[in-house]
């Protein structure tokens, strides 16, 4: 069964402090995302990757770091943690294709306090 | 550049009837694809529909429609018969063929289903 797993689910942290989000899908997808989602903003896209070792940037990359070790992992890295990071985050997965839709995660929810 | 609005930010309808969501685009591009997801309350997101730009035929899955008028850049979700489990976030999103590599979504509107 296609899945996307992402974790922690739920993180709290102390501003300037060092975060990294985790992301796994088992899906043999080449793409894959970081989401943040804000009420009033929706989703937005922070950094993406076409497969292993690749990286690419969204619409609101600053302050965050991305890597790719494998086709099945995709991690997201705060290293200074601030506030205005506090926020949803979705990874996601999808197949080559500019008509594919992506296959999301359920989230992790990060506080930056 | 790629943008995606919904004006909507709640609507709130009653069961089984039917609801539009509206959502309008702009876009540079001659090939782009129209995609509507579902977000539930648990924060699942969901991919329900979708409607590639050459196609003049309106996409329908189930009880999810769409309403495609490329003259207005505009790209409206429609629910028929409504049930109380359509309660949730729709979100609008594009991807441009020629030349985007990953969806823009809009802001989302949320539907509240009453009995």
């Known amino acids: 069964e296609a899945a996307v797993t992402q974790s922690p689910r739920n993180k709290v942290t102390v501003t300037g402090g060092n975060v990294t989000l985790s992301c796994r899908q088992t899906n043999s997808h080449n793409y894959m995302y970081w989401y943040r989602q804000d009420t009033g903003h929706g989703l937005r896209l922070i950094h993406y990757?076409?497969?292993?070792?690749?990286?690419q940037i969204g619409d609101v990359p600053d302050g965050y770091k991305a890597t790719r070790t494998t086709q099945e992992d995709f991690f997201l890295l705060l290293e200074l943690a601030s506030p205005s990071q506090t926020s949803l985050y979705f990874c996601?997965?999808?197949?080559?294709?500019?008509?594919?839709?992506?296959?999301f995660g359920e989230g992790t929810r990060l506080s930056v306090l | 550049a790629q943008k995606v609005t919904q004006t909507q930010t709640s609507i709130s309808v009653m069961e089984k009837t039917t609801v539009t969501m509206d959502c309008v685009y702009e876009t540079q591009d001659s090939s782009y694809f129209l995609f509507w997801y579902k977000q539930t309350a648990s924060g699942e997101i969901v991919f329900l529909i979708r409607?590639?730009?050459?196609?003049?035929e309106n996409a329908t899955v189930g009880h999810y429609s769409l309403n495609f008028q490329k003259p207005k850049s505009s790209i409206g979700l429609i629910i028929t018969a409504t049930q109380i489990e359509d309660s949730a976030v729709y979100f609008c999103?594009?991807?441009?063929?020629?030349?985007?590599?990953?969806?823009?979504f809009g802001t989302g509107t949320k539907l509240q289903v009453v009995p």
């Open positions: 409607q590639d730009s050459y196609k003049k």
């Open positions: 996601a997965s999808s197949e080559r294709g500019d008509n594919q839709a992506p296959l």
């Open positions: 999103a594009m991807r441009e063929g020629n030349s985007g590599t990953y969806q823009r």
């Open positions: 990757s076409y497969g292993a070792g690749n990286l």
